[in-house]
């Protein structure tokens, strides 16, 4: 019995280039919010865009993030004590955007973006964020080209009073969907 490949599927063999090409395109038709890792290390600030991060248990408070492997970022959160998960809002794009590109400096990363300190470990809340959470590493995962860090919630809040309001009220989530970041219309 032949099983039939069902209608608009890829048409390509696992571990061929055709096939993460494909993945690829499949994978930018999935939307997720907006978020950016921070982290102090040696004495400096270090901070990357994600979009691959998700709530994992109320009980205790867990989350896990996704982090490219050879990013800065990643020895920053494994040496740290704790770091930070910042969901953005709508206007946030720009930071978004800036903390998304490759080869950003170390030094002044985060001159032109509005911030403060987590209250256990210091490492930076981004002002205006929908909400903040401080996690302490708890279990780290290589996965493929990433590392899925799992962590425990030890602080968290909202992101203060820049971008708090929007003419209709509370100010959206920015979304990543199809290569490109945009809000929710309501």
Do not use: K
């Amino acid at each position: 019995m032949e099983i039939e490949t069902p209608p608009h599927s890829v048409r390509a063999e696992p571990g061929t280039e055709a096939f993460t090409d494909g993945y690829r395109l499949l994978a930018e038709e999935l939307a997720s919010g907006v978020a950016v890792v921070a982290a102090r290390h040696r004495r400096r600030d270090h901070a990357v865009t994600v979009t691959g991060w998700l709530d994992i248990s109320y009980d205790p408070p867990t989350m896990a993030v996704s982090l490219f492997d050879e990013a800065r970022i990643c020895e920053a959160v494994e040496s740290s004590p704790t770091w930070t998960l910042s969901v953005l809002r709508r206007e946030q794009e720009p930071t978004a955007t800036w903390l998304a590109s490759p080869g950003n400096p170390v030094d002044g990363l985060l001159d032109g973006v509005g911030f403060r300190r987590s209250p256990v470990g210091g490492a930076a809340v981004l002002d205006g964020a929908l909400a903040w959470f401080e996690l302490e590493t708890r279990q780290i995962h290589p996965a493929a080209t990433h590392m899925l860090v799992v962590g425990r919630v030890v602080a968290m809040g909202r992101g203060g009073e820049q971008g708090a309001s929007t003419s209709q009220g509370q100010a959206g989530p920015l979304v990543h969907w199809g290569r490109g970041f945009h809000g929710l219309n309501s």
